[in-house]
């Protein structure tokens, strides 16, 4: 029997210095996040994040100073529309940007999913999107009796995905039960190996395929390892099971203000095993209880 | 029936509303709570077709008011963000955004201020903007209209495509490029002079078109040589704003001490 199961620190140890990772969910919405305090608090250098939909995962790892290039759209806290920690590493020059077109981005791991070099679109036409430092844009020009010219988007295969979702079983059959499953899927299809962690694992009985068949983010062929992480998500939202701690991302935000704040935030927060931090931030319980957040 | 007492923030509503009058039936996107608003009251009134969404992953059959809802919504459609790029794509939609900065060829940014590579400022990123641009039609909300803003030369990061000639292919704009209104706390404007120059349609009450052009940082093209005034809420589009589509008043606080729309009066 197939056996997928993993921890958060055998995940992390199969990431290395200068590698590509890609990072799934949308901004404050199932990121990864039990996973990026691991790469956080690690000796991991010289990463290009792939992260097109940024959010507290970018600006913690910017912070940490973990990143040599930043592939993305945007990155945002939502109800704090600036990312603090993204903003002041990103005005340093800390790290490289290849800034994309949201839609876009999508189309770069359609791409790499299918294993194509690239995929033509008109997104990047008169923008400075295709004028940018971060890569040379290329254009195609159609073969048919059109002629129009396109941008050549290429592909974006990361070396290891990361995404959370909800429910799993050992093989890695996965369940992503939130309102939006975002581009997860195009995200793990596209990378070399993906690992998710997720609230629960359980027999694969209980994943009552008949009935949630559609909430099955991808073959779980695509799937390199799973480790069960409740809460993993928090401060972002795994809705339904927990929403958006905007109390949480509040102190995560002000913990930009001051080096001093960081650390703070950092000793408490990230250099701690994840049952630490679930106790830190309140408890299962509290985690819970947060309301759903308003838009 | 004309109010004569209405604030800026609902004439600017009433503004964004008309931006979406014969959008048709496609989704709508107002960025910001006074194109939200706007967008909710076209849907009740001129343009029910219209598809609005609950800012997350739903169509709703209403529009959503901003901040605390009385009830949940009604929802009729499944708005995941694959689909919203299916549909943008195709060209069935209508956002109306806020961006940071915008020049003369309607060109705009949220990306960054200075150098991209080390910005002054660093925002939010491209976001949609570049696929939205040249994809389906665009209008603008910009809530100080200021030459930082309009900006002299071109926007420090063109995240929107506009119809700036250096930047086309073989001579011709983008197929799916069409800017329609840009809003703001002076007046209404649209790509309608001459080369698409930007051109104001109507002046806000108490606004001249010097106050106008003082404020912007490249010339504008005017309607006519006697500017209309821009249209006043009327009774009823405000009592469907205070009723249905803004009930918490989150208006009230987009623009500093909530000034009143007819500057003349006041």
Request: proline share 7%.
């Amino acid at each position: 029997m197939i056996d997928k199961r993993m921890t958060i620190d055998e995940i992390v140890d199969q990431l290395s210095d200068g590698m590509t990772i890609g990072i799934g969910g949308w901004a404050t919405r199932r990121k990864p996040m039990a996973l990026v305090r691991a790469i956080a608090r690690s000796n991991l250098k010289d990463l290009t994040l792939v992260a097109g939909y940024g959010g507290p995962d970018v600006g913690m790892l910017a912070a940490s100073g973990k990143i040599r290039k930043l592939v993305f759209a945007f990155v945002t806290l939502d109800h704090y529309p600036l990312e603090p920690h993204f903003r002041a590493q990103r005005q340093a020059g800390a790290f490289e940007v290849l800034e994309l077109d949201e839609g876009v981005f999508h189309w770069g791991l359609r791409a790499a999913a299918m294993k194509l070099p690239f995929l033509p679109t008109r997104v990047g036409i008169g923008t400075d999107i295709i004028r940018q430092a971060g890569f040379d844009f290329k254009m195609v020009k159609s073969p048919y009796a059109d002629g129009e010219e396109f941008v050549a988007m290429p592909a974006i295969a990361p070396d290891v995905a990361l995404i959370h979702a909800h429910r799993s079983d050992q093989r890695g059959n996965l369940l992503t039960l939130s309102p939006d499953p975002f581009f997860d899927e195009l995200l793990v299809r596209a990378s070399g190996k993906a690992f998710a962690t997720v609230e629960r694992i359980v027999p694969t009985a209980e994943l009552n395929m008949r009935e949630n068949n559609r909430f099955n983010l991808v073959e779980r062929a695509m799937i390199t390892g799973v480790a069960e992480v409740p809460h993993g998500a928090h401060p972002t939202s795994a809705a339904p099971d927990y929403h958006l701690d905007l109390k949480h991302i509040k102190a995560y935000v002000d913990s930009a203000a001051t080096p001093d704040a960081w650390s703070e935030y950092k000793a408490k927060f990230i250099d701690v095993p994840h049952d630490a931090y679930v106790a830190a931030v309140g408890g299962a319980a509290t985690i819970e209880a947060a309301p759903a957040a308003i838009y | 029936m004309t109010d004569t007492s209405y604030s800026l923030a609902e004439l600017v509503i009433v503004a964004c509303a008309e931006a979406f009058r014969d959008a048709g039936e496609v989704m709508v996107t107002g960025i910001g709570p006074l194109p939200r608003i706007g967008a909710g009251l076209a849907k009740l009134t001129f343009a029910p077709d219209i598809q609005t969404t609950d800012s997350e992953s739903l169509y709703t059959s209403e529009p959503v008011p901003p901040g605390k809802r009385q009830a949940e919504p009604e929802f009729e459609g499944w708005a995941s963000y694959d689909r919203v790029f299916s549909a943008l794509w195709s060209g069935k939609r209508h956002a109306l955004v806020g961006p940071v900065q915008i020049d003369r060829y309607g060109q705009a940014n949220i990306s960054v201020i200075g150098d991209h590579r080390k910005p002054k400022a660093a925002m939010l990123g491209a976001r949609g903007f570049p696929g939205n641009s040249i994809s389906h039609p665009n209008s603008f909300f910009l809530p100080s209209h200021n030459k930082r803003a309009f900006v002299e030369s071109e926007v420090d990061f063109v995240c929107m495509a506009g119809y700036n000639p250096a930047r086309y292919l073989n001579g011709k704009p983008p197929a799916g490029l069409d800017l329609r209104l840009i809003v703001t706390n002076l007046c209404v404007m649209d790509f309608g002079g001459p080369d698409h120059q930007i051109r104001v349609i109507s002046l806000h009450p108490g606004v001249t078109f010097e106050d106008v052009q003082e404020n912007t940082g490249f010339p504008l093209a005017r309607i006519a040589d006697d500017i209309p005034t821009t249209p006043a809420p009327t009774a009823e589009q405000l009592e469907l704003i205070a009723t249905r589509i803004d009930p918490n008043n989150v208006r009230a606080g987009v623009f500093k001490d909530n000034p009143a729309g007819n500057r003349k009066a006041a």
